[in-house]
């Protein structure tokens, strides 16, 4: 597993370039579960958008 730090620098590199959303597609993402809720927890986006899904300027991927 890399580092919290270095997924989270990574997905803010992400959102620099443009990308609004990101989808973890892994079996195994809630294994183990305390690494799987830090990463929720770092990645955590201040509020809602239209669509149900957390928003921010500095979290994300997908562009939109």
Partial sequence: MRPLG???DHVAR???LGYRKLY???NSFNIPEPYALDLCGLLRLPGPTSDG???SP???S???
Wanted: aromatic residues 6%; without cysteine; proline residues 0%.
């Fill in 6 to 8: 270095e997924v989270a």
């Fill in 14 to 16: 992400l959102a620099g």
């Fill in 24 to 26: 973890f597609v892994d």
């Fill in 62 to 64: 997908g562009r939109s």
């Fill in 53 to 55: 899904a957390a928003s």
């Fill in 58 to 60: 500095r979290r994300g």
